[in-house]
Antibody, heavy 126, light 112 residues
């Protein structure tokens, strides 16, 4: 079955860019009608959707983060990536990658997230 | 403050039934968008528990069930077990500026 694994630096300095990669195994990232997503969770808090990239390469982002987020895909490596610029301490969180999909077709309004990666903690500190 | 409202905590004794509510509005659940539920055990990633309001993925016990009505949804857990102690999150789509993907604030289930 499909598995996802996040990787990247665990410590980022304030004002710099956070960069994470999600490696997909057990299936091709370019097949199917899937929305490859990033979701984060500050310690002790709830989940916040960051954005997704569709199989075709189109993206959609959380309006509150849109000006700082870029999600891209590398089909040759079966990976997708997250870049979050101008980070502050408020961006400290566990970052998850997940596959968004539904049984009705390419309509993200009905997506659920399954599976998820195990998550990676990113701390923003000098 | 989350767009979808959940109680911060619920509790129940082993064997009992508990429900967790997820309250939305006309731009999300009330507009007919599906609600999905996730279980997050301590120190682990969220796991899909219920999708499209009331469907269980393969492997999820039938003790877990979901329903939706109007602007709200509910997750019910019957025959509570110690291993059900976890955080539970609802998720939906929102057509307002709060969206597009929104989560509830999460509910901590304690098995007494």
């Amino acid at each position: 079955q499909v598995q996802l694994q996040e990787s990247g630096p665990g410590l980022v300095k304030p004002s710099q860019t956070l960069s994470l990669t999600c490696t997909v195994s057990g299936g091709s990232i370019s097949s199917g009608t899937y929305y490859w997503s990033w979701i984060r969770q500050p310690a002790g808090k709830g989940l916040e959707w960051i954005g997704h990239i569709y199989t075709t390469g189109s993206t959609n982002y959380n309006p509150s983060l849109k000006s700082r987020v870029t999600i891209s895909v590398d089909t040759s490596k079966n990976q997708f990536s997250l870049k979050l610029s101008s980070v502050t301490a408020a961006d400290t969180a566990v970052y998850y990658c997940a596959r968004g999909w539904n049984s009705s077709g390419p309509d993200p309004r009905y997506n659920w997230f399954d599976p998820w990666g195990q998550g990676t903690l990113v701390t923003v500190s000098s | 403050q989350s767009v979808l409202t959940q109680p911060p905590s619920v509790s129940g004794a082993p064997g009992q039934r508990v429900t967790i509510s997820c309250s939305g509005r006309s731009s999300n659940i009330g507009a007919g968008y599906d609600v999905h539920w996730y279980q997050q055990l301590p120190g682990t990633a969220p796991k899909l528990l219920i999708y499209a309001n009331s469907n269980r993925p393969s492997g999820v016990p039938d003790r877990f069930s979901g329903s939706k009505s109007g602007t709200s949804a509910s997750l019910a857990i019957t025959g509570l077990q110690a291993e059900d102690e976890a955080d539970y999150y609802c998720q939906s789509y929102d057509s307002s500026l709060s969206g597009p993907v929104v989560f509830g604030g999460g509910t901590k289930l304690t098995v007494l």
